[in-house]
């Protein structure tokens, strides 16, 4: 029984692996390989990237049930494609056992939120420990990711109430914070408006006083009068002001008496009241010295 002489291409992205009556013969490289058929065979071994997520379904320290994905990213080792050939048929079986021992060995150490945080970590341990099995059987693992971490439902639920509750009474306590420097300020200014308004008063009736005094002191030199005199004066005139004004706003109706003695009695009441004042003050004086 003869055989007969056949070519057979590899892929570039694959590597062959060359059996003489189901012998291992070699490992043949990318490109046209000749054999003798059918006493030998080339079976192509890819050599691209397999990605590959593994569900695992445990329990964390404080009794949650967690849902944990985890993306594995392998290839055939090119120094080893015989022994990955030979020795492993299903590698995506081998790699999600290891997974599920390496999660199920972790996971139920942490509570959940311990659990979140160190997703980092278990990833690093996850891959160390599958890349580390699997290397005995011509694979690499090239990178390992904890894509997903689900809790229960019901406690995907609590957690949120729990993160609005938090959420709520932060702003309500920046709300009132808010509220409180408003009421501060508004006080601040309050009390800010007062001291200037008082001081504008005293300047207002400072000036008055001022000018009071250099109208008296100018009057007394131009016309002689006394001061006493020249008090009760402005009084009568202020006061003819003020019932002028009172006529022009129209707004109400006032009487006054009217006659020839109507200013001199008026300046008598004013003369009066002043006299009753000077008579007290000395009054006053004994009987704080007293």
């Known amino acids: 029984m003869s055989g007969c002489l056949c070519f057979q291409c590899v892929d570039a992205a694959d590597k062959g692996v060359v059996q003489s009556c189901g012998k291992f013969k070699s490992v043949a490289n990318p490109g046209l390989v000749c054999i003798l058929w059918p006493f030998e065979i080339v079976s192509p071994v890819s050599m691209k990237l397999n990605p ?15 849902r944990v994905t985890c993306s594995i990213q392998y290839m055939v080792d090119p120094e080893a494609v015989q022994t990955f050939y030979f020795k492993l048929h299903n590698p995506q079986q081998q790699i999600t056992a290891y997974v599920d021992d390496c999660i199920r060995a972790q996971i139920p150490t942490l509570t ?18 599958v890349a580390k099995s699997m290397k005995d059987f011509g694979l690499i693992v090239v990178k390992a990711l904890l894509t997903d971490m689900q809790p229960d439902a019901t406690v995907m639920a609590a957690m949120n109430k729990i993160n609005a509750a938090r959420r709520e009474r932060e702003a309500a306590v920046e709300k009132a914070e808010a509220e409180k420097i408003l009421a501060v300020r508004s006080a601040e200014a309050e009390a800010e408006a007062k001291h200037l308004s008082g001081m504008g008063t005293a300047k207002m009736r400072h000036a008055i006083t001022d000018g009071f005094k250099s109208s008296i002191a100018s009057m007394q030199e131009s016309c002689g ?66």
Do not use: C
């Open 112 to 129: 959940l939120d311990e659990a979140f945080e160190a997703k980092e970590k278990m990833a690093s341990e996850v891959k160390d420990q």
């Open 225 to 290: 009068l006394e001061p006493r005199e020249v008090v009760h004066m402005m009084l009568v005139t202020q006061y003819l002001d003020v019932l002028k004004e009172f006529a022009q706003s129209g707004k109400a109706t006032m009487v006054v008496p009217h006659g020839p003695s109507a200013v001199s009695d008026i300046e008598s009441q004013v003369r009066n009241g002043f006299l009753q004042a000077s008579m007290m003050a000395p009054a006053g004086k004994n009987s704080m010295g007293q």
């Open 52 to 66: 590959i997520d593994v569900v695992t379904n445990t329990k964390t320290k404080d009794n949650v049930t967690v």
